[in-house]
């Protein structure tokens, strides 16, 4: 039977600190923080196990940003949806006021 040494190899060494960096960019550019947690899904399972706690970590980082940008999109969609409606209604409230007045 021979025995396998484990080590880095080239695809996962440094690659839990280019996702990192990658999520610290998509601040400024959103789509680097998609290609960020996709290589931390294809590094995740050929990683050692301290590492892979790093990449799920950066996956959930991931998904927990998402939720929170689709939620807050939402409401504040929802927000102007609501205050476009009333001031809509009350223009034209008091535009058919005025007609009827003439």
């Known amino acids: 039977m021979s025995k396998v040494?484990?080590?880095n190899s080239p695809t996962?060494?440094?690659a839990a600190k280019i996702v990192y960096i990658l999520y610290l960019v998509s601040l400024l550019f959103g789509i680097t923080g998609i290609i960020g947690v996709v290589m931390?899904?294809?590094n995740k399972?050929?990683?050692p196990e301290w590492v892979q706690t790093h990449y799920q970590f950066q996956i959930r980082t991931f998904w927990i940003g998402a939720l929170f940008i689709f939620w807050?999109?939402?409401i504040c969609n929802l927000n102007?949806?609501?205050f476009a409606s009333a001031l809509g209604g009350l223009a034209n409230s008091s535009f058919s006021q005025r007609h009827e007045s003439s």
């Open 5 to 7: 040494a484990v080590g």
């Open 12 to 14: 996962t060494k440094g």
């Open 40 to 42: 931390a899904y294809i």
């Open 45 to 47: 399972d050929d990683a």
């Open 72 to 74: 807050f999109n939402f």
């Open 80 to 82: 102007w949806l609501v």
